[in-house]
């Protein structure tokens, strides 16, 4: 084969993953967030393999399309809400839950008058600042959903945080959690209806915010955003394994310069390997030097900077590697969240960022 850089999906980790997080949260309903392409693994088969969830939560209609073309019947929620009257008829045809985040939606769905009531999550503002009603807006907002027939009686709550990966524990001591706890406390307090609060952080770290419905994203798929924390702390696994192959394994002298721009040099005359793999298929160029892959069995760190096709690997302590060695990316033994860090962002970015011309494949 050409190329050989392949993803491959782990159904077994997502099911096991599922459970997990029905362990940390046993008296909540799990809505299994499925955006971006069920985080760049693949909506389709995501969705089979959770099909145990009791709800999916998409970022796009047309992803709620897929699932349900996919077979799949449970209700999925529209986290950002609909933004075109045109989406409510489809969204009604498909049971699909809106989030309502601001007025602009109020309006829209008091001008249409469809049938068959619509079920709306109520999203406030707790103190992260991007979508949802501030709670001066909150009590108006139910009040005018509640009063339209095409709205479904039952009406849901809920908020997102901004830094539920900072526990009690941590330097800031979780306050900002705990301030937007106490404020979806105070400000639903006379409210009915379902609470929805925890993202896969809080499912893990703050069992007060339960409530009905958690919404994971990223524990499903094994990958933890707690700082030094990976999935595998938390019991869980990595639904993703990205791989590739040497095709170039030769000797440099001491002093040569590695890759574009020289940015790494080698100590002594040394063994290095190409691997086939780059930031055109989703690898991050920003990945410094010293970014762990496994070569065989074998972890080493990766030298010079990540090209589009290739990147370089230290084969100084595997002297038995040869062109054809298969190299790990990340998955066991290679958590994603450590590509992440050392490439300034979180394990969810790279798994979002596989290209189309890497191949997929189910295991
Ligand atoms: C993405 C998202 C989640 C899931 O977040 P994770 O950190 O992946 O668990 C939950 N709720 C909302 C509104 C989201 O946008």
Not at 341 to 354: D, F, L, M
Request: charged share 20%.
């Amino acid at each position: 084969m050409a190329r050989s850089t392949t993803a491959t999906i782990h159904p077994e980790a997502l099911r096991h993953n599922l459970g997990v997080v029905r362990r940390f949260s046993p008296a909540s309903k799990v809505m299994a967030i499925v955006k971006a392409d069920g985080y760049g693994h693949g909506l389709e088969r995501v969705a089979n393999a959770l099909s145990g969830a009791d709800a999916f939560g998409v970022a796009a209609l047309a992803d709620a399309e897929r699932l349900r073309a996919a077979g799949m019947s449970q209700p999925v929620l529209l986290l950002s809400g609909f933004d075109d009257p045109d989406d409510l008829p489809r969204m009604r045809a498909l049971n699909v839950w809106s989030v309502i985040h601001h007025a602009s939606q109020l309006e829209m769905l008091e001008q249409s008058d469809g049938t068959g009531p619509l079920r709306c999550w109520l999203k406030v503002d707790t103190g992260m600042h991007r979508l949802g009603f501030l709670p001066d807006a909150v009590h108006e907002a139910y009040a005018r959903l509640k009063s339209l027939p095409s709205v479904e009686d039952d009406i849901g709550l809920l908020q997102h945080f901004a830094s539920s990966d900072e526990y009690l524990d941590s330097a800031s001591r979780g306050e900002q959690t705990l301030s937007q706890l106490k404020v979806f406390e105070t400000v639903t307090a006379d409210l009915r209806g379902e609470r929805s609060m925890a993202n896969s952080a809080a499912v893990l770290g703050w069992p007060q915010s339960h409530g009905d419905w958690v919404r994971p994203g990223g524990a499903l798929y094994g990958i933890s955003v707690c700082e030094g924390k990976t999935g595998a702390d938390y019991g869980l696994r990595p639904a993703m394994t990205f791989t590739t192959r040497l095709i170039s394994v030769k000797k440099i002298p001491a002093g040569g310069r590695v890759g574009y721009a020289g940015t790494w040099t080698a100590p002594e005359e040394m063994t290095i390997g190409i691997a086939a793999v780059g930031y055109g298929d989703g690898y991050p160029r920003t990945a410094a030097s010293g970014t762990r892959v496994k070569v065989g069995d074998k972890i080493v760190p990766t030298v010079g900077r990540v090209s589009m096709d290739l990147m370089t690997v230290d084969l100084r302590t595997c002297p038995e590697a040869a062109p054809g060695d298969l190299v790990t990316l990340w998955g066991e033994g290679v958590p994603v969240e450590h590509v992440g860090e050392s490439a300034g962002t979180i394990g969810y970015e790279p798994v979002c960022s596989i290209t189309r011309r890497v191949r997929f494949v189910e295991d």
